[in-house]
């Protein structure tokens, strides 16, 4: 057969294509059966990194993660559970040896040893660490240290223990369901361990429950030490990615137990609309349906009679819609598609009433998505809200870890892949359990009470689930009728969380409306006065121009694990301050994604009209937002700023050198602008001397279908740096997706002086007092320059040049000051004691609070004056307080927040 060159030329190719079919072997090993989950994972794990020593299995899934199995008859359990999808991973390097009795497992970080045969226990198996923290564990172990996870929600909850242990002594329950306790994957002793031995087993392409882990003892052991990001990371490589949210998620929505109808609907929306509040989501609460049972699947056609043009309406705003459903009552003979829903079931419709819930019947399951609720999506709903606090047993569940609350939550995350739908799939609902960060967003429940002690202890459990790679907590984001600040700062807090959504469970309405005056609570800003209701929607504004930045946050989510919102100690696991966050809210500080730590203020301020805040300062350089002021955390991490903010403020501190992507909001644009592609995208760069450069990527996709996948998105980075005097800043984009092909960019250079010149593209452009395209602007009151390009092609690479006099930023703090004299001043203009309102003498605080609008106009048309008033400021402000200070016809109260607002801006300087 070989015989001939074309017989030879043949079977060169042969072996050429099977060699290149093996090598390509071990990808595809890697990839599971179909599955409707995000990927198609493989629960098998490569023989390679399996180790089994009698009727114990070991598995090296990373250097620093080992599953540990054992099994009286060696039957191990190979199929997916609930909590881990892949176990098909790239082998790491690691070495066993068997002397005697005794098998020893090591790899780069630790050291496993067995001395089988027999169940593991504290006498036969032990890991430790090969590096610090050390560690010798064994089975039994206190793992006192564990950093936590979190539980099912915070229904009838108040400032609730995250300890599973202290829950479980309680037997703690709470709509006759477990709180789904689940540890941290992280711990300060180094080691954490998940134990998968009690859940359920799952079928081919994790589809459906199959039966619980044949395993006696299945426990997955985490050795990460301190490397707190790695650990997370590892377990999304076995328990699966998180899947992006759509973009729209990531803005602002609204929802409410009250009896809306189309009209009223129409009416929030214009609410919004008028008086630049931003929306993206817009959920109906269960009054949307029929009113024939607690659940229902209808609409309740009173309320909505044409329900698909009510959805066009809302989606032609650019709105996205969700609805609240509770599934345990089952499909009643009064809902629109029961007769389609009998006939899936081979039910005759005229001999029953109700389809039974059920949650082990993959008929009814998929018949009540397809047709029932399918009947739904089709007049708009793009998902649903799960209000499931039925039970932990209902529909046939064993309870555990095998409930009816994380298996509606897969369903109703993977129904648009197993439906062919190009749209992805997100829920609201509440935690069910390991694995549930697949099932992204996390509803807490009805809040207990609007309390402050409630409201301080919401960031803590946020911060906290991240340690379980649950990162989107949404909670009730509203404010008690009487109390105005806390509403203000429960919606600043909420504007700063995984998911900003207000809702009032039923405390708007009702018999708190015959109370003289009204007791009821709050879910419309616009009902505050004018001060609260300044401060909330500059909150929610901010909200929506961090888009760029949280979707960033969220693809981060997707790739890696690590939740949005994230403890300070997984930047600085070494030091002690950085664990100071509490429950009652001390030190209730964060990470929001990787440049800003955010302290919202979850305390009422005192008689001064200001609350005093304790935040640490971690090491490294750190610019205030609302104030400029440049903080400087020691190495040792023993810097804590105490420092006294007012109602509008909210403290957010910025790594220096950072570039923070955000979309400023144009007027009439505030509705649905979270799911725009960027048509004008800033980039704020935050300067302090001895910055020479930096950067930012920006994630780009279309923001709502799964082609991000299959490489249908696009990065824009901007890179800077600084010589000479010069700023220079290139923006470029690799990628393409289904978007605009032009956009407007603005760089905004905080506590910048003046430039000399600007050069976009290599051409001057010229100042603008009023900003604008191809032109450079001067904020004052902000300390910021702003550059604005012409529209530009985001295909071509962008760049531009400034030039300055000297340092390319100025007085750090220096608009902290000018803002809190501005309000000082507001404060003594309300009584008309503003020293020198009435006479030509004095006038300190009115001169300094005009020093913004001076500096404005000094920077394009006097630069040396300019740098004058900026040199300048310090002896000016100190005049003001004196002058404040020693006024003595004055309202005590009304002096001291004067005062204390003034003192306020000079406490980081």
């Known amino acids: 057969f070989l015989g001939t060159p074309v017989h030879k030329k043949i079977f060169r190719c042969a072996m050429l294509l099977l060699t290149l079919l093996a090598l390509a072997l071990p990808c595809v090993l890697c990839q599971g059966p179909p599955s409707w989950e995000l990927h198609n994972y493989q629960p098998l794990a490569n023989p390679k990194a399996v180790v089994t020593y009698g009727n114990a299995r070991f598995t090296v899934l990373t250097p620093q993660l080992i599953r540990m199995e054992y099994h009286d008859g060696a039957m191990f359990e190979d199929r997916a559970t609930v909590a881990v999808l892949q176990r098909n991973l790239s082998v790491p390097a690691f070495t066993n040896t068997t002397s005697g009795n005794t098998l020893t497992i090591k790899t780069d970080a630790l050291t496993l040893t067995?001395?089988?045969?027999?169940?593991?226990?504290?006498?036969?198996?032990?890991?430790?660490?090969?590096?610090?923290p050390a560690f010798h564990w064994v089975p039994g172990t206190s793992n006192s240290a564990n950093l936590l996870g979190t539980i099912k929600s915070l229904d009838?909850?108040?400032?609730?223990?995250?300890?599973?242990?202290?829950?479980?002594?309680?037997?703690?329950?709470?709509?006759?369901?477990?709180?789904?306790?689940?540890?941290?994957?992280?711990?300060?002793?180094?080691?954490?361990?998940?134990?998968?031995?009690?859940?359920?087993?799952?079928?081919?392409?994790a589809e459906w429950w199959d039966s619980p882990n044949r395993d006696s003892m299945d426990w997955y052991f985490f050795g990460h030490g301190h490397n707190y990001k790695q650990a997370v990371k590892d377990y999304i490589q076995i328990g699966g990615n998180v899947p992006l949210v759509p973009r729209y998620a990531l803005g602002v929505w609204w929802t409410r137990w009250y009896d809306l109808s189309s009209t009223d609907v129409k009416k929030?929306?214009?609410?919004?609309?008028?008086?630049?509040?931003?929306?993206d989501v817009f959920v109906l609460d269960m009054d949307w349906h029929k009113k024939n049972n607690w659940g229902g699947f209808s609409w309740d056609t009173r309320l909505f009679p044409y329900p698909f043009d009510t959805m066009s309406w809302l989606q032609n705003k650019g709105l996205h819609m969700a609805a609240n459903i509770h599934d345990a009552n089952g499909v009643g003979n009064y809902e629109d598609m029961f007769p389609e829903m009998c006939h899936a079931m081979g039910l005759d419709p005229t001999k029953v009433t109700v389809v039974p819930f059920s949650m082990v019947n993959k008929t009814y399951v998929y018949a009540l998505e397809d047709i029932v609720l399918g009947d739904v999506q089709k007049s708009g709903m793009d998902f649903w809200w799960t209000d499931w606090q039925q039970g932990g047993k209902m529909g046939g569940c064993a309870g555990g870890q095998q409930n009816p609350t994380i298996w509606t939550n897969k369903i109703r995350v993977t129904d648009p892949k197993r439906q062919g739908r190009n749209e992805r799939g997100v829920v609201l609902a509440r935690w069910g359990g390991m694995g549930n960060h697949r099932y992204q967003v996390g509803f807490s429940g009805d809040v207990a009470g609007l309390t402050w002690q409630n409201l301080a202890y919401q960031p803590y459990f946020s911060m906290t689930s991240a340690n379980v790679a649950y990162g989107l907590w949404s909670h009730d984001i509203e404010g008690p009728g009487d109390d105005h600040e806390m509403y203000v700062r429960w919606v600043q807090w909420g504007s700063l969380s995984g998911i900003m959504r207000s809702h009032d469970r039923g405390m708007s309405a009702g018999g708190c409306f015959n109370n003289h005056p009204?007791?009821?609570?709050?879910?419309?800003?616009?009902?505050?006065?004018?001060?609260?209701?300044?401060?909330?929607?500059?909150?929610?504004?901010?909200?929506?121009?961090?888009?760029?930045?949280?979707?960033?946050?969220?693809?981060?989510?997707?790739?890696?694990g690590l939740a949005p919102l994230r403890p300070m100690y997984y930047e600085f696991p070494e030091l002690d301050m950085a664990y100071a966050a509490a429950p009652n809210g001390s030190f209730g500080q964060y990470f929001l994604g990787n440049d800003i730590f955010c302290s919202p203020i979850t305390a009422p301020a005192a008689a001064n009209n200001m609350t005093q805040q304790s935040i640490w300062v971690p090491p490294g350089q750190w610019i205030e937002l609302g104030t400029g002021a440049l903080l400087t955390g020691k190495p040792d991490g023993s810097s804590v700023l105490v420092k006294n903010y007012t109602l509008n403020q909210i403290p957010m501190f910025v790594r220096a050198g950072a570039v923070i992507p955000r979309t400023p909001t144009a007027r009439g644009s505030t509705i649905g602008q979270a799911m725009q592609s960027y048509p004008l995208l800033q980039f704020d760069i935050f300067l302090t001397d001895g910055i020479t450069s930096g950067s930012v990527q920006v994630y780009e996709d279309d923001g709502h279908t799964y082609d991000y996948l299959k490489g249908g998105s696009a990065t824009t980075t901007l890179q800077y740096t600084i010589s000479n005097?010069?700023?220079?800043?290139?923006?470029?984009?690799?990628?393409?997706?289904?978007?605009?092909?032009?956009?407007?960019y603005t760089v905004r250079v905080i506590n910048s002086p003046p430039p000399l010149d600007v050069y976009v593209a290599g051409q001057p452009i010229f100042p603008n007092p009023m900003g604008g395209i191809n032109s450079w602007s001067y904020d004052g009151t902000e300390m910021a320059l702003t550059v604005q390009s012409v529209t530009e092609s985001i295909g071509q690479p962008f760049n531009m040049s400034i030039l300055y006099a000297s340092s390319a930023a100025v007085m750090p703090g220096l608009k902290g000051m000018v803002q809190n004299a501005i309000l000082a001043k507001r404060n003594l203009d309300q009584t008309r004691d503003t020293p020198g309102c009435h006479t030509p003498d004095n006038g300190e605080l009115m001169r300094f609070a005009s020093t913004g609008d001076a500096l404005s106009y000094l920077a394009i048309s006097n630069k040396s004056q300019f740098s004058t008033v900026v040199s300048n400021a310090t002896t000016a402000f100190k005049a003001a307080v004196a002058e404040i200070s020693a006024l003595d016809k004055v309202d005590p109260y009304r002096k001291a927040f004067s005062v204390d607002l003034?003192?306020?801006a000079m406490a980081a300087l």
């Open 114 to 132: 067995y001395q089988g045969p027999g169940p593991f226990s504290s006498s036969n198996l032990a890991v430790s660490a090969s590096a610090a």
């Open 156 to 205: 009838e909850l108040g400032v609730q223990t995250l300890n599973c242990t202290e829950i479980a002594l309680k037997n703690q329950t709470v709509h006759d369901e477990s709180l789904h306790c689940a540890w941290g994957l992280i711990s300060r002793d180094g080691w954490s361990v998940l134990d998968d031995s009690t859940n359920w087993a799952l079928t081919a392409g």
């Open 268 to 279: 929030i929306v214009s609410d919004y609309e008028s008086r630049q509040i931003p929306l």
């Open 518 to 560: 009204p007791t009821c609570s709050n879910v419309r800003i616009w009902e505050l006065p004018s001060r609260y209701f300044e401060a909330a929607r500059d909150a929610l504004q901010l909200r929506e121009n961090l888009v760029p930045y949280l979707y960033n946050a969220a693809y981060e989510y997707y790739q890696t």
């Open 725 to 744: 005097n010069q700023l220079d800043v290139g923006v470029s984009t690799l990628g393409a997706y289904a978007s605009g092909t032009s956009r407007l």
């Open 902 to 904: 003034l003192q306020a």
